[in-house]
Nanobody, 123 residues
Framework: QVQLVESGGGLVQAGGSLRLSCAAS????????MGWFRQAPGKEREFVAA???????YYADSVKGRFTISRDNARNTVYLQMSRLKPEDTAVYYC?????????????????WGQGTQVTVSS
């Protein structure tokens, strides 16, 4: 069982930056793929970024070049550094985890989810 807790969301102006964190419980964090999804009001939840247990990274086209996902296995934490934020990045951001990278990158995400953190980008 893995428990995930996100933090770092908030209100930022367009063009600004935020860093989200996702702290995971459990001894097997280093062997899990981790990812971020987001859900804007009235829209379906969508994939944002993923990182494999070996550090390989994957991004949605909409955030490529602006967002960076990373992980610190010693701290059981995954990060999402968001730069050059746009109003369309406004959403609740969720952390997800799964032993399978395919699942984390897939439409439905992994088996485990955090509670989400709100990111609001003002124009």
């Amino acid at each position: 069982q893995v428990q995930l807790v996100e933090s770092g969301g908030g209100l930022v102006q367009a063009g600004g930056s935020l860093r989200l964190s996702c702290a995971a419980s459990g001894r097997t964090f280093s062997s899990y793929a981790m990812g971020w999804f987001r859900q804007a009001p009235g829209k379906e939840r969508e994939f944002v970024a993923a990182i494999s247990w070996t550090g390989g990274t994957y991004y949605a086209d909409s955030v490529k070049g602006r967002f960076t996902i990373s992980r610190d296995n010693a701290r059981n934490t995954v990060y999402l550094q968001m730069s050059r934020l746009k109003p369309e990045d406004t959403a609740v951001y969720y952390c997800t985890a799964d032993p399978s990278l395919i699942d984390v990158r897939g439409r439905n995400g992994g088996a485990y989810w955090g509670q989400g953190t709100q990111v609001t980008v003002s124009s």
